[in-house]
């Protein structure tokens, strides 16, 4: 892939989501591809979220330090994150009677990214010039990763009810973050001395 054709892509991921999913599921990339993509944007978006952390006046908050004070952390976080995303992505959506494969969703879930990390970028310039508006940036470029992330599952399991995908990635995630919260209550209630 050239710089024009990611280029290209990346208008076409904003401009028409489902025909940019199209192209990436049509390149037929191994899976290995997948997971290299999803290792880069996360230690990009980790580096960015990190440089805004240093610029930001949330340095003294210790929940935004724990999550932001560790690029490593943080990219650790986020490639967990995006891997779970991408592997339920894959399952949930076979489990439905969609058609995709696991290395199509790894890839199109790394590349949904891009354009939240684009934003990022955006908003470290805004956070100079105009800090106030930073979260609106922030807020904006969460709003287009659900809509992107949802249009590119729908795409990917040939889905045609974007708004039936979405109320299920909302659905799933609730059961995941139920789950998390369980164990973690499980590994904070056991006693320490045992």
């Known amino acids: 892939m050239t710089l024009d054709t990611i280029q290209d892509l990346l208008r076409a991921t904003i401009s028409n989501p489902r025909a940019a999913a199209a192209r990436l599921k049509a390149l037929d990339l191994p899976v290995q591809t997948g997971w290299t993509a999803m290792l880069l944007v996360s230690v990009a978006s980790a ?11 949330a340095q003294g908050d210790p929940g935004v330090a724990a999550m932001f004070g560790s690029p490593l952390r943080t990219a650790l976080i986020q490639f967990s994150v995006l ?11 076979r489990r439905f009677g969609g058609t995709g494969t696991l290395a199509q969703a790894l890839v199109l879930v790394a590349w949904v990214q891009v354009p939240p990390i684009a934003l990022q970028i955006v908003q470290l310039v805004v956070m100079v010039l105009a800090p106030g508006l930073a979260p609106l940036v922030g807020i ?6 659900a809509v ?7 795409e990917l399991h ?18 995941v973050a139920l789950v998390a919260a369980f164990l973690f209550a499980i590994l904070i209630g056991v006693p320490q001395n045992v």
């Open 140 to 145: 904006v470029g969460f709003a287009l990763y």
């Open 83 to 93: 891997a779970l995303t991408g592997f339920l992505a894959y399952w949930v959506g």
């Open 47 to 57: 580096f960015l979220g990190f440089i805004g952390f240093m610029a930001s006046p």
């Open 148 to 154: 992107l992330l949802t249009l590119f599952v729908a």
């Open 158 to 175: 040939g889905f045609r009810s974007g708004v039936a995908v979405f109320f299920g990635i909302l659905v799933v995630g609730f059961l």
